[in-house]
T-cell receptor
Framework: GNSVTQMEGPVTLSEEAFLTINCTYT??????LFWYVQYPGEGLQLLLK?????DKGSNKGFEATYRKETTSFHLEKGSVQVSDSAVYFCALLNSGGYQKVTFGTGTKLQVIP | DGGITQSPKYLFRKEGQNVTLSCEQNLNHDAMYWYRQDPGQGLRLIYY???????QKGDIAEGYSVSREKKESFPLTVTSAQKNPTAFYLC??????????????FGEGSRLTVL
């Protein structure tokens, strides 16, 4: 079956530090990959996505590249801000069939001034 | 503004009581979903529906029930059979069409606490 594995948190960084949150997946076929972000007390919102191998998703300074050879979709940001403090979820949607999204367990990021 | 509205935001329940969580969307999306979120476990799918009057069990459907009588609405009932109902519940919707990448749109969630 499908699965997503994320690095465990929490991750604590100083403002302007470089961020990497690792995500690897297991899936048959050619899934679409997503990063969602959840701010405290809120629902999730899409941060970025990639639909095929070697695609790079980007938004708000965050980037992730779909690496089929390593089945990875690591999230990066060059300089984090306090406002980036949130929980980040990696997710996949397998091609074909009903749209059932598989989520990772989430990684909490705390950015301190 | 288009979006998904969940209510109530906070709900307290005594053991043995059924409760119903509301989810309404005005995005004209065909598919709707209910997820449960627990600390350290990510999101787990309870039920989903791709069209009106049809729904399917997800990974953890036991102790829950849903209905989909209208495209806009997908209420979730947490029954007394659910042994550990205290959690954060998230409703989501998505377009279902050829070529769509499957982005989910989420409500702000309902936090249920069993006393």
């Amino acid at each position: 079956g499908n699965s997503v594995t994320q690095m465990e948190g929490p991750v604590t960084l100083s403002e302007e530090a470089f961020l990497t949150i690792n995500c690897t997946y297991t899936a048959t076929g050619y899934p679409s990959l997503f990063w969602y972000v959840q701010y405290p007390g809120e629902g999730l919102q899409l941060l970025l996505k990639a639909t095929k191998a070697d695609d790079k998703g980007s938004n708000k300074g965050f980037e992730a590249t779909y690496r089929k050879e390593t089945t990875s979709f690591h999230l990066e940001k060059g300089s984090v801000q306090v406002s980036d403090s949130a929980v980040y979820f990696c997710a996949l949607l397998n091609s074909g069939g009903y749209q059932k999204v598989t989520f990772g367990t989430g990684t909490k990021l705390q950015v301190i001034p | 503004d288009g979006g998904i509205t969940q209510s109530p935001k906070y709900l307290f329940r005594k053991e043995g009581q059924n409760v119903t969580l509301s989810c309404e969307q005005n995005l004209n999306h065909d598919a709707m979903y209910w997820y449960r979120q627990d600390p350290g476990q990510g999101l787990r799918l309870i039920y989903y529906s791709q069209i009106v009057n049809d729904f399917q069990k997800g990974d953890i459907a036991e102790g829950y029930s849903v209905s989909r009588e209208k495209k806009e609405s997908f209420p979730l009932t947490v029954t007394s059979a659910q042994k550990n109902p205290t959690a954060f519940y998230l409703c989501a919707s998505s377009i279902v069409s050829t070529g769509d990448t499957g982005e989910l749109f989420f409500g702000e969630g309902s936090r249920l606490t069993v006393l």
